[in-house]
């Protein structure tokens, strides 16, 4: 109960569970220094496992988070060894919002975290589902194409490649319970 959004952020740890979130929602920090301030998108702010573009002398002052898209739903999915109460081994954010025919997505985001130095966005993934007609074997692909997009490690707590199978199964039930809550059309 004493953790805040602002350290998960400036931790920058490859596995903070805000972070992926974040990224999808296209979330802005203002950063302070002492020659001034500026407003940088968090997909640029992290560098790398505990390194920010703060440095030892900046400071994240506010957190800007932009309203979704109308329409628009997400989901965060986790996986850890021990569930709630433990770091993720694997996270993903989805954030779908469909067109006006509710058959394909508009706009899709997918962040992922715990398997990068850094929190990323499956771009590749995102650019594969835009526009095409939202079907199981599509989710899969794409699924498949966020797994490829991440760099896992093997640790104590997972080797890399079962945190690339775990990218993939949570990437597809997250694009699925997403157009779901989106449509209300299950994915066939």
Request: net charge positive; aromatic share 4%.
């Amino acid at each position: 109960n004493t953790a805040t959004i602002g350290g998960n952020i400036c931790r920058a740890s490859p596995s903070g569970e805000t972070l992926a979130p974040l990224l999808v929602l296209e979330a802005r920090g203002k950063l302070a220094f002492s020659d001034g301030e500026k407003i940088a998108g968090f997909n640029s702010l992290f560098l790398g496992p505990g390194k920010t573009t703060l440095g030892s002398r900046g400071l994240l002052t506010e957190i800007e988070i932009p309203y979704p898209p109308q329409g628009s739903r997400g989901v965060y999915l986790k996986h850890a060894v021990r569930g709630a109460m433990d770091i993720a081994m694997v996270g993903v954010a989805v954030l779908v919002r469909p067109d006006a025919a509710n058959t394909s997505p508009q706009d899709v985001r997918i962040g992922l975290a715990a398997v990068a130095p850094t929190p990323i966005r499956a771009t590749k993934a995102e650019s594969m589902l835009r526009g095409k007609t939202m079907t199981a074997a599509l989710a899969q692909e794409a699924a498949r194409m966020a797994a490829s997009e991440s760099s896992p490690i093997s640790d104590q707590r997972s080797s890399a490649e079962y945190r690339g199978w775990i990218v993939e199964a949570l990437t597809r039930r997250g694009l699925e319970q997403s157009w779901k809550a989106a449509t209300g059309k299950e994915v066939v």
